[in-house]
C-alpha cells in the first residue's frame, strides 16, 4: 500500500466532516522531501490564530528545520521509540505554552489553548498536503532547558510534520503493522453524554 492508498484508507468514515479532519491521522513513515517555507509559515499561522481564554495566545513553538542545530536539539529530546521513526521527517517542532498569565497569574488553561493551536494546525497541515504526528514521548526535562525555566514556559509535546512517505520505509515490522492499520475511535455514545453515564441521542 503506498502514501496515497494509504491516506484513502485511513480516513474517517464519517459522511459531512470537513475533508481535512476525516483525512487527519499521524503517520510515522515521512517522505524524504522538505516542507517549502510558505506552508510552513501557514501550518503555523493556523496556529496562530486559534481561540484561547481571555486570548492570551500561551502558546510557543521551536521549530526545527532537518540539517539545522535546532532540530538536532529537539531530536535528542526524544526517547528512543520516536527517535527511530521521527528524524525521518523534515520539520521538528516542541509546542510549548506560557505558564503564567500576562498579569502573573497561574494560567490553568494553557495547555487546552495549546492542544487548541497544535489541532489547528494539524488541520491545516493535511489541506496542504502535510501531515503531523505529536509525540508525548519526549524527555521532559530536556525539553524544559530549551524553553526556559518551568515557571514561565512548559513543554506540551515535540511535533513532527513532513509529507506523509511510504510505510515500506519503516524498519520496525510492529510499527509498519500499525501504519497500515485502520483507525480506531471509541464510540460516539462513550463520550457524547447528556449526563454521566448517558448517552447523548442523535
Do not use: C
Request: hydrophobic share 45%.
Amino acid at each position: 500500500m503506498d502514501a496515497k492508498e494509504l491516506h484513502r484508507h485511513k480516513k474517517a468514515d464519517v459522511e459531512g466532516m470537513l475533508e481535512a479532519i476525516a483525512h487527519r491521522w499521524s503517520p510515522r513513515a515521512y517522505a524524504d522531501r522538505a516542507v517549502e517555507m510558505t506552508e510552513l509559515k501557514l501550518v503555523l499561522e493556523a496556529a496562530r490564530w486559534s481561540a484561547s481564554s481571555s486570548n492570551g495566545q500561551p502558546w510557543r513553538f521551536l521549530v526545527g528545520q532537518k540539517g539545522d542545530a535546532t532540530y538536532e536539539r529537539i531530536a535528542e529530546t526524544l526517547v528512543s521509540f520516536n527517535r527511530a521513526w521521527a528524524l525521518s521527517a523534515p520539520v521538528l517542532m516542541l509546542a510549548f505554552a506560557a505558564g503564567k498569565t500576562p498579569h502573573g497569574r497561574t494560567n490553568h488553561y494553557a495547555m487546552f489553548d495549546l492542544g487548541q493551536a497544535v489541532a489547528q494546525m494539524a488541520v491545516q497541515s493535511v489541506a496542504l498536503g502535510l501531515a503531523t504526528h505529536a509525540m508525548g514521548g519526549f524527555d521532559r526535562e530536556a525539553a524544559q532547558k530549551l524553553i526556559g525555566p518551568a515557571e514561565d514556559f512548559l513543554p506540551g509535546a515535540v511535533i513532527a510534520l513532513g509529507y506523509a512517505g511510504d510505510p515500506e520505509s519503516l524498519t520496525d515490522v510492529e510499527l509498519r503493522a500499525h501504519e497500515l492499520d485502520r483507525r480506531e475511535r471509541k464510540p460516539l455514545a462513550e463520550i457524547a453524554l447528556s449526563e454521566p453515564g448517558k448517552p447523548v441521542l442523535f
